[in-house]
């Protein structure tokens, strides 16, 4: 039997194996986190909304990597 590939998945699994991608997923989750944790960490409403900006920040980072991958 002959093993062909198709050239748009040969292309599309170069694309999902770049490491910069991934940095851009590692990033996003640490934003993220840093978000969380300034949303727990002190009782003031300022510093509670610029944790949320944080957070909503760093997730759509973690979801534009995720999004690169699938080529959407």
Same mark, same amino acid.
């Given at each position: ?32 986190? +840093?978000? +969380? ?7 003031? @409403? @300022? ?26």
């Amino acid at each position: 039997m002959e093993n062909t590939t198709n050239k748009s998945t040969e292309e599309s699994m170069k694309r999902a194996n770049e490491t910069s991608i991934y940095t851009m997923i590692v990033a996003g989750v640490l934003v993220s986190l +840093v978000g +969380v944790y300034l949303r727990f960490a002190f009782d003031s @409403t @300022t510093l509670s909304i610029v944790s949320w900006l944080i957070l909503f920040v760093g997730a759509f980072i973690a979801c534009k990597g995720v999004f690169k991958i699938l080529a959407a």
